[in-house]
């Protein structure tokens, strides 16, 4: 059964008075541990979808069901929108996002704490989410002395430390090489599969087809197709094709 699921989502903004439509009846579904990538040029769509999909945009028509919640049209409100986000939704972005003057550990604490997590509970959470990102020996670290690769992990740790079902990703390589952007993937794999998160990572980086089930694609507010991967999946990440 789909832990993530977009039902005909239509979304349409206004310039001025004219209507815009971005997403034009867009379906998809990601089931626990499933890995999509969702590709797109510039202007396709795809941060819309991922907007909406993370609860922080309403469908202008159409549904989203998230771990049994549902959000409908532009009426839902903000507040239940950030009461899902809260307790369903991990999101890891391009840009790291950490407050440079908390160290690894208290930026994956204070995300812990805005979602009611406190004391030794939050503690706890966030050494055992850095600890899981290969990180025990960063926490004490402040951003400006880790690396952008290691600044990923914090983030990823972050994002996962509250375990929430579904994990959200945004051009998570970008900022990094290619050696450590390999890496990054790697360790969603394992996350993903590991803890059983449906993972949606949008993204201009051939390298995420070596990690995902299923590559997606989308244009002019429209899925193309919705492809399985063709990766092997020995559980050690290579890939089998040739």
């Given at each position: 059964m789909p832990v993530l699921e977009a039902r005909d989502v239509v979304k349409t903004f206004r310039e001025g008075r004219e209507p815009v439509p971005v997403l034009r009846g867009v379906s998809i579904a990601l089931e626990p541990g499933e890995i999509v990538a969702l590709e797109g040029p510039s202007g396709s769509g795809k941060t819309t979808l991922l907007s909406i999909?993370?609860?922080?945009?309403?469908?202008?028509?159409?549904?989203?069901?998230?771990?049994?919640?549902?959000?409908?049209?532009?009426?839902?409100?903000?507040?239940?929108?950030?009461?899902?986000?809260?307790?369903?939704?991990?999101?890891?972005?391009?840009?790291?996002?950490?407050?440079?003057?908390?160290?690894?550990?208290?930026?994956?604490?204070?995300?812990?704490?805005?979602?009611?997590?406190?004391?030794?509970?939050?503690?706890?959470?966030?050494?055992e989410a850095l600890a899981s990102v290969g990180l025990t020996d960063r926490a004490s670290f402040l951003p400006r002395d880790l690396s952008g690769g290691q600044k990923q992990r914090v983030a990823i740790a972050r994002a996962v430390a509250a375990r929430p079902p579904v994990l959200l990703a945004d051009e998570p390589t970008a900022n990094l090489d290619s050696q450590m952007g390999l890496q990054i993937l790697d360790l969603f794999r394992e996350l993903a599969k590991r803890d059983n998160l449906a993972l949606l990572i949008v993204t201009h980086d051939p390298n995420v087809r070596r990690i995902a089930d299923r590559v997606v694609r989308i244009r002019d507010g429209l899925l193309l197709h919705d492809d399985h991967s063709q990766r092997g999946h020995n559980g050690d990440g290579r890939d089998e094709t040739h």
């Open positions: 999909l993370g609860c922080i945009l309403t469908p202008s028509s159409g549904d989203v069901a998230i771990a049994g919640n549902t959000i409908g049209s532009e009426s839902t409100g903000a507040r239940t929108l950030a009461s899902i986000r809260k307790r369903s939704i991990g999101f890891v972005f391009q840009q790291y996002n950490l407050f440079p003057a908390l160290s690894a550990r208290e930026n994956v604490e204070y995300s812990l704490n805005v979602k009611g997590y406190r004391g030794r509970e939050a503690r706890r959470h966030a050494e």
